[in-house]
């Protein structure tokens, strides 16, 4: 990840405004410089933890900086105040040691009514060539598809997952 020179600028800013809320920093891939989505939502019943969303923002939004959303994009350039921590605890690393610890701090935070923002003019470039093996399906042959279900390197591994699924989405004997 890559920080933009301003980014922590752009979200303190925004923080003075919001003091109770997360806010998150834009994430967009660095080769392409395209931004894949604002705000992501969750969709556990199609067994995904996460699920595009807005891409678009109107001219309000834009001025004042911000956007809501129900659910962040990992920890990439996100401002939490100390006062969250405080309300609902830290990430949890026991039953998330590996992947889902974020989504499910977030889930927690929007549940006890913390609000979650994006900061539209906080950026943080993302290099996907060295993140998760599974960061881009529609690239991957059936094989590295497959692959991406056990690897360690891949946020689609059902053994660091199934956590994530088994708490908010809970299937009664699997």
Same mark, same amino acid.
């Given at each position: 990840?890559? %920080?933009? $020179?301003?980014?922590?600028?752009?979200?303190?800013?925004?923080?003075?405004?919001?003091?109770? @809320?997360?806010? &998150?920093? *834009?994430? +967009?891939?660095?080769?392409?410089?395209?931004?894949?989505?604002?705000?992501?939502?969750?969709?556990?019943?199609?067994?995904?933890?996460?699920? $595009?969303?807005? !891409?678009? *923002?109107?001219?309000?939004?834009?001025?004042?900086?911000?956007?809501?959303? +129900?659910?962040?994009?990992?920890?990439?350039?996100?401002?939490?105040?100390?006062? *969250?921590?405080? #309300?609902?605890?830290?990430?949890?690393?026991?039953?998330?040691?590996?992947?889902?610890?974020?989504?499910?701090?977030?889930?927690? &935070?929007? &549940?006890?009514? *913390?609000?979650?923002?994006?900061?539209?003019? @906080?950026? %943080?470039? %993302?290099?996907?060539?060295?993140?998760?093996? @599974? &960061?881009? $399906?529609? #690239?991957?042959?059936?094989?590295?598809?497959?692959?991406?279900?056990?690897? !360690? +390197?891949?946020? +689609?591994?059902?053994?660091?997952?199934?956590?994530?699924?088994?708490?908010?989405?809970?299937?009664?004997?699997?």
């Amino acid at each position: 990840c890559y %920080v933009q $020179p301003d980014t922590l600028f752009h979200l303190a800013k925004l923080s003075e405004k919001s003091p109770d @809320a997360i806010i &998150a920093s *834009v994430q +967009r891939d660095l080769q392409s410089q395209s931004i894949e989505s604002l705000t992501i939502t969750c969709n556990f019943l199609l067994g995904f933890p996460t699920r $595009p969303g807005v !891409i678009s *923002v109107s001219k309000a939004q834009l001025a004042q900086g911000l956007i809501p959303t +129900r659910l962040i994009q990992g920890g990439r350039g996100a401002l939490i105040p100390i006062e *969250v921590f405080r #309300k609902i605890g830290l990430f949890d690393s026991e039953a998330f040691p590996h992947y889902g610890a974020d989504h499910d701090f977030y889930l927690r &935070a929007h &549940a006890a009514g *913390v609000p979650l923002y994006v900061g539209l003019h @906080a950026l %943080v470039d %993302v290099d996907t060539t060295r993140t998760s093996s @599974a &960061a881009n $399906p529609t #690239k991957m042959s059936f094989s590295q598809f497959r692959d991406s279900l056990s690897s !360690i +390197r891949s946020h +689609r591994s059902t053994r660091h997952i199934s956590p994530l699924f088994r708490r908010y989405f809970p299937i009664p004997h699997l």
